[in-house]
């Protein structure tokens, strides 16, 4: 199933404001982008996309109340700072299983709590 028909069975007749939890693990990204996922999921606290096929999160809206994620079994690499500016109170970050072969990587996520 692909990311959108899955965020939409997942909102249960919910408009997105209202959704505080999306999983939406094994479901299919087209070219290991996010798809359907917007700003709109203002009070989102809860989102895992894991072995969904990721390559990037480049697309990750704001999402302000977000504080899990669960990136775990995809194929990313790199460009976290997406994550720091856009997930301003995550707390949790799951990112075991990917490509993430540099340390250095994971700066942008260390910066931000030191400020």
Do not use: W
């Not at 299919?28 to 709109?40: D, K, P, Y």
């Not at 790199?78 to 990112?95: D, F, S």
């Amino acid at each position: 199933m692909d990311m959108r028909k899955r965020i939409v069975l997942e909102m249960r007749n919910r408009k997105p404001g209202e959704v505080q939890e999306l999983i939406l693990d094994n479901c299919c990204s087209i070219e290991g982008n996010l798809q359907g996922l917007t700003c709109e999921f203002s009070n989102l606290e809860n989102l895992s996309l894991i072995n969904v096929g990721l390559i990037s999160v480049s697309y990750m809206p704001k999402l302000s109340k977000l504080k899990k994620l669960h990136l775990s079994d995809n194929k990313i690499s790199g460009g976290l700072e997406v994550l720091a500016e856009k997930l301003v109170n995550l707390t949790y970050l799951n990112l075991s299983g990917n490509s993430i072969k540099d340390l250095g990587s994971l700066e942008p996520l260390v910066s931000r709590h030191k400020r």
